[in-house]
């Protein structure tokens, strides 16, 4: 490489700006067609194209490009990661959201232009690597570069006077100190000229090749991956196939056979919940969720008890099973004016508060003679606050109550048209009880019933359950992305904190010479050359020459 | 009964702690700032007094930080945990970590101690605010963060945030020595008796190529500190929250941030990028990781909700 001729100027950098040019050649070298003719061809143009993409500045470039590109991503929604901000957004912002939609700023990380510039930065960086595989490789197995002719010249430098007498050892001496430091060595009759650190370019190109490895097993493990919700109340199973999930999101790649035959009873839900009468300050803060499950794998009569806990999911071969959440489950039943069952079971309620205030729907369309819904709260320890209205004061089932506003009217699901279980379309019901009806809430402990309005039937509060929000997840990828991330780490650490050092022994007329040059960062660069020059000095021997003038503000050490 | 004893009367006494070092903190950047105005005079009398003013004001630093770890302890003991799940207890403790590294990298390489004005400037500012407007009351974990993996990639976080933190330090430093309008002024600033002051302060720094090297080695081990944050997050996040790469506010800042310092490690290697443009770089990056930790934490919508504000 065209170190020498550059290494005169400040520092150590300009060794490592020959790094931009294309491994193996000076930045200004002309190839083939370039200087012969005026204009470039085909060829020239994709010489010249290459050589801009693989340069280091490209590479600076597109990283702080792809920092760039990374901000949208946490301005606006995304739906990888917040489905429901996105609806959300699309509801306040009408005008906005589809030009911004269209734009992809809700999928930024799987969007064409932030694709393009990563895409871009790994053929850069695979451009540059992979020439520089091939010139490392050489230089591991080719003896360390001749000693230059004007040592002074380098970084670091120190000269020794010595009589003749002693000089004639010096060589010998200083190849074994240096091979004892690590350094691999050729001799001349009138130098020795060593190197070390060649762990420091493995080290880099580890990381490099590495990273590519990492997008790799990302790319393959997402496409052969999935991820599905399973919202289940206490004493019910799930099953692991399609139909088992209320909601799934697949790779590209992904059949479902991969989804390994098992069945999961949550058997019990707990909480822990903290509670102390002297310092109201954390009260209601959950200190464990845990899940008591039942799992029976395929061929098996008897499942195996199993705990889930946050932090602690069940893994099994090609599935991991995690809670994510928790709620209430009051166990409702309505009949009709008839006395028809038109509705019973456990009714998932959402938190709406650390409390646990929590919103839940029934939708009642078998009802005879007219359709109901009800929007309903529940609070599982009631209290009430000074305008009358409840909330709830504590997140344990201490006191809990339901309570209950009738919707009477055509609730739509005979249309056709899909819609929210968790949310009733009030418009266009007839509101029978709460609000500005007049009429009371219906408000049920366990075990109540109370007649509905107009007519409708009856209600009742029978149990209350809990449920357990459950992920079920598998990425076939995952070891090999930790292996890649383990890999790079490593090399980054090598390419950091290894230095990579040339230190030539020089006789000179006077006495001997001793010369460093660093390949990128080295703090301890005047130092190797000072304790080489003394360990190499006979003792009783000369003074030293030092020449200030070739360490400029180095020279305090 | 609930495994954990709070002990909310303990964090407020031993707030009195952070308070005191807050006053030390800010006593000693007096000092310090006094010491560069001194060592910068033209009168050789008013020069011989600066050094003791800046001995005082490491001394200061060194006490501020005894005083700062009582705090920090006392809030670990009230909460029956490490002390830094929660905005105020970061802060609390990421300072500390700062003022430590400082103390010890400056006993070994007195070059740096230039850097404790800008430090105990830095660490009063953030002080005062973690103690006025982030402090909250003692309070239990939630699950999701009861676990080993908050010992490991919170307290990368935090040594990593302190390396770049000093080398952001060297490269404002590296900035202002080497901008244009401090070393070509224009006549009229020139003549001025507060710019002539402010240059000889300049001057006190060390060298440009020091600054600019400093400020890589400590960059280096914050890189390096800051690759393990997110790959102990990684892990981490796959156990919690059911995979390991999720794009979460947080997870998208800790990338941008390792962007930019990858950016700065490739411009300290390309002609043209070095100097002035890397010493940018840092800049940018510490001002990203300060963003990620105050705007992200605050306003931003993600997992990593834990300021305890509401």
């Not at chain 1, 939609?101 to 799987?110: A, E, I, R």
């Given at each position: 490489m065209a170190t020498s001729q550059r290494s005169k100027t400040k520092g150590n950098e300009p060794v490592e700006a020959a790094d931009q040019a294309p491994v193996g050649r000076p930045g200004d070298h002309i190839t083939g067609t370039g200087i012969a003719e005026p204009t470039l061809g085909i060829a020239g143009w994709g010489r010249w194209i290459w050589r801009q993409v693989t340069s280091m500045r490209t590479a600076l470039i597109l990283l702080l490009m792809l920092a760039a590109a990374a901000i949208p991503g946490s301005i606006f929604p995304q739906r990888s990661a917040?489905?429901?901000?996105?609806?959300?957004?699309?509801?306040?912002?009408?005008?906005?959201?589809?030009?911004?939609?269209?734009?992809?700023?809700?999928?930024?990380?799987?969007?064409?232009?932030?694709?393009?510039?990563?895409?871009?930065?790994?053929?850069?960086?695979?451009?540059?690597?992979?020439?520089?595989?091939?010139?490392?490789?050489?230089a591991?197995?080719?003896?360390?570069?001749?000693?230059?002719?004007?040592?002074?010249?380098?970084p670091a430098f120190k000269a020794v006077k010595l009589g003749n007498k002693k000089r004639a050892l010096l060589l010998d001496a200083a190849k074994s100190e240096l091979k004892r430091g690590g350094y691999r060595i050729a001799a001349d009759a009138e130098s020795v000229a060593a190197e070390r650190g060649y762990w420091r370019e493995t080290g880099n190109l580890v990381f490099h090749v590495s990273l590519v490895g990492l997008l790799i097993a990302v790319g393959i493990g997402g496409a052969y991956s999935y991820s599905g919700q399973r919202v289940l109340v206490e004493g019910d199973t799930f099953v692991n196939n399609l139909a088992g999930y209320d909601s799934f999101n697949p790779g590209i790649a992904f059949n479902e056979s991969q989804l390994p035959p098992f069945a999961l009873t949550l058997d019990r839900f707990t909480v822990k919940y903290y509670i102390d009468k002297n310092y109201a300050g954390n009260n209601g803060t959950p200190l464990n969720f845990k899940a008591d499950v039942t799992v029976t794998k395929q061929g098996q009569t008897k499942g195996t008890k199993s705990v889930i806990q946050v932090n602690e999911p069940i893994d099994m071969p090609g599935a991991s099973v995690y809670l994510t959440g928790n709620g209430y489950a009051p166990v409702i039943t309505v009949r009709d004016s008839k006395g028809n069952i038109a509705y019973t079971g456990p009714v998932i309620y959402l938190p709406q508060d650390a409390n646990m205030t929590s919103l839940g729907v029934i939708k009642v369309p078998d009802a005879k003679p007219k359709q109901f819904g009800i929007l309903s709260f529940f609070y599982p320890t009631a209290g009430k606050l000074r305008t009358?209205?409840?909330?709830?004061?504590?997140?344990?089932?201490?006191?809990?109550?339901?309570t209950m506003n009738i919707y009477e009217g055509n609730l739509g699901l005979d249309s056709g048209i899909p819609s929210n279980v968790f949310s009733l379309a009030v418009h266009g019901l007839n509101q029978l009880t709460g609000g500005k009806t007049g009429v009371k809430s219906i408000e049920l402990k366990v075990g109540d019933s109370a007649k509905l309005p107009d007519n409708l039937g009856t209600v009742s509060f029978d149990s209350l359950r809990r449920y357990a929000s459950l992920d079920v997840d598998y990425n076939p990828a995952q070891g090999w992305v930790l292996l890649f991330?383990?890999?790079?780490?490593?090399?980054?650490?090598?390419?950091?904190?290894?230095?990579?050092?040339?230190?030539?022994?020089?006789?000179?007329?006077?006495?001997?010479?001793?010369?460093?040059?660093?390949?990128?960062?080295?703090?301890?660069?005047?130092?190797?050359?000072?304790?080489?020059?003394t360990t190499l000095k006979p003792k009783k021997a000369a003074k030293t020459a030092e020449n200030d003038e070739t360490m400029p503000e180095k020279g305090k050490e | 009964m609930n495994g954990v004893v709070l002990n909310e009367n303990l964090s407020r006494f031993t707030e009195l702690g952070i308070y005191a070092s807050m006053a030390f903190y800010a006593v000693a950047f007096f000092l310090l700032s006094m010491n560069l105005a001194r060592a910068a005079s033209e009168k050789a009398l008013v020069r011989k007094q600066a050094p003791k003013l800046e001995t005082a004001g490491i001394w200061l630093i060194v006490v501020g930080a005894l005083f700062q770890a009582i705090g920090v302890v006392g809030r670990g003991v009230a909460v029956g945990r490490v002390p830094w799940a929660n905005m105020y207890e970061f802060t609390i403790t990421s300072t500390l970590v700062a003022v430590v590294i400082f103390a010890i990298a400056q006993f070994v390489k007195k070059e740096i101690r230039f850097v404790g004005v800008l430090l105990s400037g830095f660490v009063t500012l953030a002080l005062g605010i973690a103690t006025t407007l982030w402090y909250v009351q003692v309070k239990t974990l939630m699950p999701a963060l009861q676990n080993y993996w908050l010992y490991i990639h919170v307290s990368l976080a935090i040594v990593g945030t302190g390396f770049f933190?000093?080398?952001?330090?060297?490269?404002?430093?590296?900035?202002?020595?080497?901008?244009?309008?401090?070393?070509?002024?224009k006549p009229a600033l020139a003549g001025n008796a507060l710019f002539k002051l402010f240059k000889r302060i300049l001057d006190l720094f060390p060298g440009l190529e020091q600054l600019e090297q400093t400020s890589y080695r400590f960059n280096i081990i914050g890189v390096i500190l800051w690759t393990f944050t997110l790959l102990a997050g990684a892990v981490w996040a796959e156990r919690a929250w059911h995979r390991f790469w999720g794009w979460d506010t947080k997870e998208v800042w800790t990338f941008i941030i390792w962007m930019i310092y990858a950016g700065y490690l490739h411009a300290k290697a390309t002609r043209g990028w070095s100097g002035k443009r890397s010493a940018w770089l840092v800049v940018v990056g510490f001002a990203a990781i300060i963003f990620n930790f105050t705007i992200v934490n605050l306003f931003f919508k993600g997992l990593h909700v834990y300021s305890g504000l509401k």
């Amino acid at each position: 490489m065209a170190t020498s001729q550059r290494s005169k100027t400040k520092g150590n950098e300009p060794v490592e700006a020959a790094d931009q040019a294309p491994v193996g050649r000076p930045g200004d070298h002309i190839t083939g067609t370039g200087i012969a003719e005026p204009t470039l061809g085909i060829a020239g143009w994709g010489r010249w194209i290459w050589r801009q993409v693989t340069s280091m500045r490209t590479a600076l470039i597109l990283l702080l490009m792809l920092a760039a590109a990374a901000i949208p991503g946490s301005i606006f929604p995304q739906r990888s990661a917040d489905p429901n901000g996105v609806t959300t957004y699309f509801q306040q912002n009408p005008a906005t959201a589809p030009v911004l939609d269209k734009m992809q700023l809700f999928d930024v990380y799987s969007s064409a232009w932030f694709s393009a510039i990563y895409i871009l930065l790994f053929v850069s960086l695979i451009g540059c690597v992979v020439p520089r595989i091939g010139v490392h490789w050489q230089a591991v197995f080719a003896p360390p570069a001749a000693t230059p002719t004007n040592l002074s010249r380098m970084p670091a430098f120190k000269a020794v006077k010595l009589g003749n007498k002693k000089r004639a050892l010096l060589l010998d001496a200083a190849k074994s100190e240096l091979k004892r430091g690590g350094y691999r060595i050729a001799a001349d009759a009138e130098s020795v000229a060593a190197e070390r650190g060649y762990w420091r370019e493995t080290g880099n190109l580890v990381f490099h090749v590495s990273l590519v490895g990492l997008l790799i097993a990302v790319g393959i493990g997402g496409a052969y991956s999935y991820s599905g919700q399973r919202v289940l109340v206490e004493g019910d199973t799930f099953v692991n196939n399609l139909a088992g999930y209320d909601s799934f999101n697949p790779g590209i790649a992904f059949n479902e056979s991969q989804l390994p035959p098992f069945a999961l009873t949550l058997d019990r839900f707990t909480v822990k919940y903290y509670i102390d009468k002297n310092y109201a300050g954390n009260n209601g803060t959950p200190l464990n969720f845990k899940a008591d499950v039942t799992v029976t794998k395929q061929g098996q009569t008897k499942g195996t008890k199993s705990v889930i806990q946050v932090n602690e999911p069940i893994d099994m071969p090609g599935a991991s099973v995690y809670l994510t959440g928790n709620g209430y489950a009051p166990v409702i039943t309505v009949r009709d004016s008839k006395g028809n069952i038109a509705y019973t079971g456990p009714v998932i309620y959402l938190p709406q508060d650390a409390n646990m205030t929590s919103l839940g729907v029934i939708k009642v369309p078998d009802a005879k003679p007219k359709q109901f819904g009800i929007l309903s709260f529940f609070y599982p320890t009631a209290g009430k606050l000074r305008t009358g209205a409840y909330t709830s004061i504590f997140p344990a089932n201490a006191n809990p109550l339901v309570t209950m506003n009738i919707y009477e009217g055509n609730l739509g699901l005979d249309s056709g048209i899909p819609s929210n279980v968790f949310s009733l379309a009030v418009h266009g019901l007839n509101q029978l009880t709460g609000g500005k009806t007049g009429v009371k809430s219906i408000e049920l402990k366990v075990g109540d019933s109370a007649k509905l309005p107009d007519n409708l039937g009856t209600v009742s509060f029978d149990s209350l359950r809990r449920y357990a929000s459950l992920d079920v997840d598998y990425n076939p990828a995952q070891g090999w992305v930790l292996l890649f991330a383990l890999l790079a780490i490593t090399g980054l650490m090598m390419s950091l904190l290894i230095p990579r050092r040339r230190v030539w022994v020089k006789l000179s007329e006077t006495g001997f010479e001793v010369a460093a040059l660093a390949r990128g960062d080295d703090p301890r660069l005047e130092t190797v050359v000072a304790k080489l020059a003394t360990t190499l000095k006979p003792k009783k021997a000369a003074k030293t020459a030092e020449n200030d003038e070739t360490m400029p503000e180095k020279g305090k050490e | 009964m609930n495994g954990v004893v709070l002990n909310e009367n303990l964090s407020r006494f031993t707030e009195l702690g952070i308070y005191a070092s807050m006053a030390f903190y800010a006593v000693a950047f007096f000092l310090l700032s006094m010491n560069l105005a001194r060592a910068a005079s033209e009168k050789a009398l008013v020069r011989k007094q600066a050094p003791k003013l800046e001995t005082a004001g490491i001394w200061l630093i060194v006490v501020g930080a005894l005083f700062q770890a009582i705090g920090v302890v006392g809030r670990g003991v009230a909460v029956g945990r490490v002390p830094w799940a929660n905005m105020y207890e970061f802060t609390i403790t990421s300072t500390l970590v700062a003022v430590v590294i400082f103390a010890i990298a400056q006993f070994v390489k007195k070059e740096i101690r230039f850097v404790g004005v800008l430090l105990s400037g830095f660490v009063t500012l953030a002080l005062g605010i973690a103690t006025t407007l982030w402090y909250v009351q003692v309070k239990t974990l939630m699950p999701a963060l009861q676990n080993y993996w908050l010992y490991i990639h919170v307290s990368l976080a935090i040594v990593g945030t302190g390396f770049f933190n000093i080398a952001a330090a060297m490269s404002i430093a590296y900035l202002l020595k080497s901008a244009k309008w401090v070393t070509e002024p224009k006549p009229a600033l020139a003549g001025n008796a507060l710019f002539k002051l402010f240059k000889r302060i300049l001057d006190l720094f060390p060298g440009l190529e020091q600054l600019e090297q400093t400020s890589y080695r400590f960059n280096i081990i914050g890189v390096i500190l800051w690759t393990f944050t997110l790959l102990a997050g990684a892990v981490w996040a796959e156990r919690a929250w059911h995979r390991f790469w999720g794009w979460d506010t947080k997870e998208v800042w800790t990338f941008i941030i390792w962007m930019i310092y990858a950016g700065y490690l490739h411009a300290k290697a390309t002609r043209g990028w070095s100097g002035k443009r890397s010493a940018w770089l840092v800049v940018v990056g510490f001002a990203a990781i300060i963003f990620n930790f105050t705007i992200v934490n605050l306003f931003f919508k993600g997992l990593h909700v834990y300021s305890g504000l509401k």
